[in-house]
T-cell receptor
Framework: DTGVSQDPRHKITKRGQNVTFRCDPISEHNRLYWYRQTLGQGPEFLTYFQNEAQLEKSRLLSDRFSAERPKGSFSTLEIQRTEQGDSAMYLC??????????????FGPGTRLTVL | SQKIEQNSEALNIQEGKTATLTCNYTNYSPAYLQWYRQDPGRGPVFLLLIRENEKEKRKERLKVTFDTTLKQSLFHITASQPADSATYLCALSNDYKLSFGAGTTVTVRA
């Protein structure tokens, strides 16, 4: 257990429905990331928060996706009008903001989304 | 566009032997390279980080090398154990964002 929790662990939904995932990072970590992972691939970066500010969004993140991190604590990722191509594992990670670049990231267990 | 390639074949080795995994990249000059372990149905777990000005790093039975000229990292697991069976991911970055390879699955036979 890395200390990062995600909820729910599994979500099955029908195409066209909206879904929301939650991530609780390690409390002293100011950086929070969302990644998406499909079978046989490595995680792909979606978005990044430093405290409550969303500083980068991947072009993978279409306008159906939105993420928030109110008060710089937990984060939510919402997918509107889900499509079958959204089926994947959604991973949240957190880290300390180290000067000069990337430090280790602590990943949660992921939320596996299945869109029928 | 940048490309990160790891051993395409899964690695199947005998307990006690050394597993060597490769990570090659193109169109990228990362300042950092990290290795993560991922077990089925779980998130990746950090193992090692090596900086562009470092050639080698060790942690217990793990060793990582980083050759920025060849654009390659090698990851070694010495005296392998069945508990080392997992998928190993390399990840490159210049700042906060990690770019991952597809991973190499290692199976250690008792």
């Amino acid at each position: 257990d890395t200390g990062v929790s995600q909820d729910p662990r599994h979500k099955i939904t029908k195409r066209g429905q909206n879904v929301t995932f939650r991530c609780d990072p390690i409390s002293e970590h100011n950086r929070l990331y969302w990644y998406r992972q499909t079978l046989g691939q490595g995680p792909e970066f979606l978005t990044y928060f430093q405290n409550e500010a969303q500083l980068e969004k991947s072009r993978l993140l279409s306008d159906r996706f939105s993420a928030e991190r109110p008060k710089g604590s937990f984060s939510t990722l919402e997918i509107q009008r889900t499509e079958q191509g959204d089926s994947a594992m959604y991973l949240c990670a957190s880290s300390l903001g180290l000067a000069g670049g990337a430090g280790e990231q602590f990943f949660g267990p992921g939320t596996r989304l299945t869109v029928l | 566009s940048q490309k990160i390639e790891q051993n395409s074949e899964a690695l199947n080795i005998q307990e006690g032997k050394t597993a060597t995994l490769t990570c090659n990249y193109t169109n990228y000059s990362p300042a950092y390279l990290q290795w993560y372990r991922q077990d089925p149905g779980r998130g990746p777990v950090f193992l090692l980080l090596i900086r562009e000005n470092e050639k080698e790093k060790r942690k217990e039975r793990l060793k990582v090398t980083f050759d920025t000229t060849l654009k390659q990292s090698l990851f070694h697991i010495t005296a392998s154990q069945p508990a080392d069976s997992a998928t190993y991911l390399c990840a490159l970055s210049n700042d906060y964002k990690l770019s991952f390879g597809a991973g190499t699955t290692v199976t250690v036979r008792a």
